[in-house]
């Protein structure tokens, strides 16, 4: 199996996951990159990424599987693909897949968060995504919770970026269960509306194992 | 991207249709570029990225240095709203640039519920909607495009309109503007001088005059403008721009793959077809050129499905070559290839087994009308022996859905041809039962009505629409008639299609109407979230006008039509003798069979048509 790490940044961001899929599927056959298709009475490529990404949400930390089936080198991938991307997508990486994408646990996320008409103190934000736990009401597709999402968090540091702006670094969990950079904001509205933002930009960092290894 | 434009992308559906970006994009650096033209389309970008016409213009236009072509499409209601609110102007995808800044706004005017959207596009670019209301050489707002046809009713808000096909009139009318541009000429002073380029119709360069009743009574130019304005075709289709290397969204739009035209004009003569007169001459790709197009424009897009594009792709010759030629390389592939407008009448067993190898779809045919009498009249060439067989045919490869398109409310349409076609519908259920090879699966046969229209440069165009009354009691009265519970029957709503027929047909006082829908908050009228009957109904009304004159009255035979100023090639002499033969019954052969002197053909200069 053959793994591509990608970034999805600038306009990219707004591509949805389902359409991010048929991008791929063509940007594939565009490079002139073999990879093999499901069998069946359709066949279609097989492609699995790691993740879904919200649309809205950038990423540096994108990962795909596929496999190749021609001669093309797996270290010429890269090159290949990026050289038909649309604009904001960036093949890094390309190599053999080792581990399976479920011992992907942590995700470091960064998030600047926009306040347009008042002044937060970013220590607040830390201190309240830092202290001994962090009731939210957390909604499932079904049901809705009120769960301490502490435990998510691995970390959480916010910092002054400039004016009306503050820069929120976090390693959540990406596991079962997982935070979510928008629950992780919605859980700060939750508790301290005072310190919730007008607008949030998230971005994917990096992706950790348990044991807070980099995930490749 | 600005953080407001972002952060208003997170709140509206679809984001990606209002970015740009997209694989194939064309971006120029401004310091090589000193004209800036907007390819405006009045509907969404799902639609607009659909069109061909769009994309091979995109590509023509910027394959000339110095001037660079973006594209803008009609935001939805979600997005207008956010723009307004944020007092944000429509931009281009591109470059993020507002397009109100542009030197060029080119609107692409394919159809007429579109006009409500080009007021709203240039007030959302913040520029007044009236050209006289622009008094500057820029932005120049022209359009182009099927409906242009009969410009009339667009021309208090359209400073120049190019007719027929743009590939090289685009590029005329652009470099005419770049030197008026570049010499200081003021926007009268261009306007009369692009009225002097072939197939630029200028209506500020036109008077119409009105006879108490209503009629036309004359149109006359001023200042030497030409007394008609003939459309302008490519001849040598092979040499013209071919869009190998079109913009591949990223998101999903309404045609979703690689469409290869294949040739352009129809030889049939259906009389109430708008398209087989307005693109006559027909001239045709070469099947060596069409294959290299096809192969290049599926190794730049990614695509894995190509389909065939024409107004009766049947009639293309040496259709089998080409279909052999493109499933050699799309089958190894898993390319699937898709043949629309397939004609009844020679949908052989051959093309669409090898067809079928790849993908079997659902099939569609159009006999239009359901009794052979109407079909005479319409002149649409297919018996009933054809459509039969050639649903046979497609029962016995194991096709088991099937839609039946007709309209109602044709010229002399009696009951007994409304209740034909449900007897039609029948008789292919029937070829069903008899020849079905998987019966098992059961049988869909769809039928679908809608509302005749009848179009400028047709030889209906005299004619009157059915009221809004008669055509939904034909509606029932068909719907009674349908007995089996596997035929479907679907029925367009008829409140689009009068207002249609008041646009199609309309003069320059149908432009009031125009503003003042969108006035009233009308836009993206060809969509039913958006379109309202009784807002147009108003209009009508305030304007002082009547749907019922442009709509259900049969013009006299000399009446002068605002749009007898457009020569398409076709003669109104041509099509009122059609017009006579539909009334007789009479059916015209395709072109191939006999050249019946249309008149189109005084559009080639070196070659003869179909060649």
């Not at chain 2, 409906?147 to 120049?160: R, V």
């Not at chain 2, 349908?482 to 646009?503: F, Q």
Request: contains cysteine; aromatic residues 8%; glycine residues 8%.
């Amino acid at each position: 199996m053959n793994r591509i790490r990608f970034k999805k940044e600038g306009r990219a961001k707004f591509i949805s996951h389902l359409d991010l899929m048929r991008t791929m599927q063509r940007v594939f056959i565009r490079a002139g990159v073999g990879i093999k298709h499901t069998e069946g009475f359709n066949p279609h490529p097989y492609m699995n990424f790691a993740m879904p990404l919200s649309v809205g949400t950038e990423s540096l930390c994108e990962l795909m599987d596929f496999e190749l089936t021609g001669e093309c080198l797996p270290e010429s991938v890269p090159g290949r693909l990026n050289a038909v991307m649309p604009e904001g997508i960036t093949v890094t990486e390309c190599y053999d897949a080792k581990r399976k994408f479920k011992d992907i646990k942590w995700l470091d996320i960064e998030a600047i968060l926009f306040y347009y008409d008042k002044v937060v103190d970013p220590a607040e934000i830390s201190a309240l995504l830092s202290g001994n736990e962090l009731i939210m009401e957390k909604r499932t597709k079904r049901s809705s919770a009120r769960v301490d999402v502490r435990p998510l968090i691995g970390s959480a540091s916010a910092s002054p970026l400039d004016a009306g702006r503050i820069l929120l670094k976090a390693r959540l969990a990406c596991g079962d269960p997982a935070l979510s950079p928008a629950q992780l904001i919605s859980a700060i509205g939750q508790n301290a509306p005072e310190l919730a933002p007008d607008f949030t930009s998230a971005r994917r960092i990096e992706v950790f194992d348990m044991d807070m290894n980099l995930f490749r | 991207m600005t953080e407001e434009l972002e952060r208003i992308l997170t709140r509206v559906q679809k984001p990606a249709r209002y970015t740009g970006g997209e694989y194939n994009q064309i971006v120029k650096d401004l310091r090589d570029v000193d004209l800036r033209v907007a390819f405006c389309f009045p509907d969404t970008y799902e639609i607009g990225m659909s069109n061909l016409g769009l994309q091979i213009l995109y590509g023509a236009i910027n394959e000339e240095p110095g001037i660079w072509c973006e594209r803008c499409f009609a935001p939805w209601g979600d997005m207008e709203e956010e723009l307004r609110r944020a007092k944000l102007p429509l931009y281009a995808l591109e470059s993020g640039d507002p397009v109100g800044e542009f030197d060029a706004l080119a609107f692409s005017l394919g159809y007429e519920m579109a006009y409500t959207s080009v007021l709203n596009m240039l007030d959302l670019a913040g520029l007044p909607v009236k050209s006289a209301d622009r008094p500057g050489l820029t932005p120049l707002v022209f359009a182009g495009g099927t409906s242009c046809i009969n410009p009339e009713p667009m021309a208090d808000f359209i400073d120049l309109f190019v007719l027929g096909e743009g590939e090289e009139l685009d590029l005329e009318v652009l470099r005419l503007l770049r030197r008026a541009k570049s010499e200081g000429w003021d926007k009268a002073g261009f306007l009369r001088a692009a009225a002097d380029i072939p197939g630029v119709y200028v209506p500020s360069l036109y008077e119409p005059e009105y006879n108490p009743d209503g009629t036309m009574r004359a149109f006359r130019p001023k200042d030497g403008a030409p007394e008609r304005v003939r459309k302008r075709i490519i001849e040598d289709l092979d040499s013209a721009y071919y869009p190998t290397h079109a913009i591949v969204p990223s998101t999903e739009i309404v045609h979703d793959r690689v469409v290869l035209e294949v040739m352009r004009g129809c030889v049939r003569g259906c009389r109430f077809c708008q398209a087989g007169f307005a693109y006559r001459p027909v001239r045709r790709h070469s099947t060596e050129f069409l294959l290299k197009a096809a192969r290049e424009a599926l190794e730049s897009s990614g695509y894995e499905e190509i389909t065939l594009s024409s107004l009766s792709t049947s009639d293309f010759k040496g259709l089998p070559e080409l279909a052999d030629g493109l499933l050699e390389w799309c089958e190894p592939r898993k390319i699937s290839l898709s043949l629309p407008s397939l004609r009844a009448d020679n949908f052989s067993m051959g093309l669409m087994e090898r067809v079928q190898r790849v993908r079997k779809t659902g099939l569609t045919f159009a006999p239009e009308a359901g009794s052979q009498r109407l079909r005479d009249v319409i002149n649409k060439n297919v018996t009933e022996e054809d459509l039969l067989n050639s649903c046979r045919v497609a029962f016995e490869g194991g096709w088991n859905t099937l839609k039946l398109y007709f309209m109602l409310g044709l010229p002399t349409e009696t009951d007994e041809d409304v209740a034909a076609i449900a007897e039609l519908a029948e008789k292919v259920l029937r070829t069903w039962r008899e020849y079905s090879t998987n019966k098992a699966r059961g049988v869909r046969i769809t039928v679908s009505t809608s509302m005749f229209v009848p179009k400028p440069h047709t030889p209906f165009q005299w004619e009157e629409q059915v009221g809004i009354e008669e055509y939904l009691r034909r509606v029932r009265l068909l719907k009674d008639s349908i007995k089996s519970r596997s035929i479907t029957y679907n029925w367009h709503e008829p409140h689009v299609s009068l207002i249609e027929a008041v646009l199609s047909r309309g003069d320059r006082r149908t432009g009031g109407v125009i503003e003042r829908v969108w006035r009233d908050g009308g836009k993206l009228d060809s969509w039913s979230d958006y379109f309202s009957f009784e807002r147009w109904m108003a209009a009508i009304e305030a304007a002082g006008l009547d749907a019922g004159f442009y709509a259900n009255r049969v013009r006299g035979d000399d009446e002068i039509f605002p749009w007898d100023v457009i020569d398409i090639g076709v003669t109104k002499g041509y099509l009122a003798r059609e017009r006579r033969a539909a009334y007789q019954g009479v059916i015209t052969p395709d072109c191939r069979a006999k050249c019946m002197g249309c008149g189109a053909n005084s559009l080639l200069q070196r070659s003869g048509c179909d060649e």
